[in-house]
Nanobody
Framework: VQLQASGGGLVQPGGSLRLSCAAS????????MGWFRRAPGKEREFVASITWSGGSTYYADSVKGRFIISRDNDKNTVSLQMDSLKPEDTAVYYC????????????????WGQGTQVTVSS
């Protein structure tokens, strides 16, 4: 599986963005998917993850209630709907794949896409 993230951009505080991650290959549904982010000068941090069929989702406390992760196994995509964005959400966002559900540590993810920049600023 290869991953390619898109959908980043500049948005004002309180605004919304939807990130997408397209996967190539026929084994997408065998992976749990996650989103991570890295802000300037900070460590990479977990944002959200979703299990193989989308039956379970997990969120960082900092985004709970504002972000929603979803996936479409027919289209080989995973998305991150981000609402009520804050300046502290500014970061490069990465999608990643793992075979293990509920993982919040980056080391558990074996496949990574390139990042997409999200900037929240007025």
């Amino acid at each position: 599986v290869q991953l390619q993230a898109s959908g980043g951009g500049l948005v004002q505080p309180g605004g919304s963005l939807r990130l997408s991650c397209a996967a190539s290959g026929r084994t997408f549904s065998s992976y749990c998917m996650g989103w991570f982010r890295r802000a300037p000068g900070k460590e990479r941090e977990f944002v959200a993850s979703i299990t193989w069929s989308g039956g379970s989702t997990y969120y960082a406390d900092s985004v709970k209630g504002r972000f929603i992760i979803s996936r479409d196994n027919d289209k080989n995509t995973v998305s991150l709907q981000m609402d009520s964005l804050k300046p502290e959400d500014t970061a490069v966002y990465y999608c990643a794949a793992t075979t293990r559900p509920g993982q919040t540590n980056a080391w558990a993810y074996t496949i990574w896409g390139q990042g997409t920049q999200v900037t929240v600023s007025s």
